[in-house]
């Protein structure tokens, strides 16, 4: 299996991307995590994703916050897809990165998830990786049923209570 490389522009959004690391970890999937700044490390940042596809990886997710450019340079250096996770920040509340992320030019795609998404971040890459790995699809499936039924045990005690 193709391996998730997790780039992130600060060590300060480690905890949202631990969310996507114990996503990926329920799933066994094997990732890697690094810290690198699309303004700081730019050299750094495009020789990972240059060299992505040969070192393993199947999908990469970045997270970073406020000016928000990891996901773009990233993508901007390989075919591999990239999934960015807009970080929160103390000035805008993360509407600054989410607009950073999501707004990229026509050619450099990035997937996009919501503010602090990690876990979703997680995910997409596993419906990613699922499309050629079976055992891997079974378990997404596995885990889209589960949350259905505690959905539907949620909604069965909220009736008895009414």
């Keep these: 299996m193709r391996k998730v490389g997790i780039v992130m522009g600060s060590d300060s959004d480690l905890p949202i991307v631990r969310k996507a690391t114990d996503t990926l970890k329920s799933f066994d999937i094997p990732f890697e995590v690094h810290v690198y700044s699309a303004h700081r490390t730019p050299e750094e ?3 990972f994703a ?3 596809a040969e070192n393993g990886f199947g999908v990469i997710i ?3 916050g406020m000016a928000a450019h990891l996901a773009g340079a990233i993508a901007a250096n390989t075919i591999l897809p990239v999934i960015g996770i807009p970080c929160q920040s103390s000035v805008l509340d993360g509407i600054d990165a989410l607009l950073s ?3 990229m030019p026509s050619g450099i795609p990035v997937a996009t998830v919501a503010i602090n ?9 596993a419906q990613i990786l699922a499309l050629e790995d079976a055992d891997l699809a079974r378990k997404l499936d ?3 049923a589960k949350d259905a039924q505690a959905v539907l045990v949620k909604d069965a005690a909220i009736m008895e209570k009414l």
């Design 101 to 103: 992320t999501v707004q």
């Design 50 to 52: 240059l060299h992505a």
């Design 117 to 125: 998404g990690g876990v979703n971040a997680a995910l997409l890459s």
């Design 45 to 47: 940042a495009r020789q």
């Design 142 to 144: 596995e885990k889209r």
């Design 62 to 64: 970045a997270a970073a």
